[in-house]
């Protein structure tokens, strides 16, 4: 009796459909855990990018007015922003330099 049912419980640890779902659903509530915890700082860094997009879209209409019709307006913005990130990373490393 008691082999009957040690073959059958190894029948079942055996099987890779019962297998794929029990390790699935472990993995389920570890990857949403491990999302949140990315989504959160993604979405904050995202939110500022927008904000700063924002800010330079503003700026530059009022410093250029109609500037938003042109052609490159877009490629203006991305060149702007780029720029700032650049100095803010120069900046960075130097600090970390001085630092040292």
């Not at 659903?25 to 949140?36: L, M, P, V, W």
């Not at 959160?40 to 997009?53: F, M, N, P, T, V």
């Not at 490159?72 to 991305?78: C, K």
Request: hydrophobic fraction near 40%; proline fraction near 2%.
């Amino acid at each position: 009796m008691f082999n009957l049912k040690f073959l059958k419980s190894l029948k079942d640890a055996m099987n890779p459909k019962v297998n794929l779902l029990t390790f699935s659903e472990s993995q389920k509530f570890a990857n949403e855990d491990y999302i949140k915890s990315l989504s959160g700082a993604e979405l904050k860094i995202k939110s500022d990018e927008q904000r700063l997009e924002a800010m330079v879209r503003q700026q530059l209409k009022e410093e250029f007015p109609n500037i938003e019709k042109s052609s490159s307006y877009d490629l203006l913005v991305d060149a702007v922003i780029h720029n700032y990130k650049s100095k803010q990373l120069q900046a960075a490393d130097d600090a970390e330099i001085k630092a040292e």
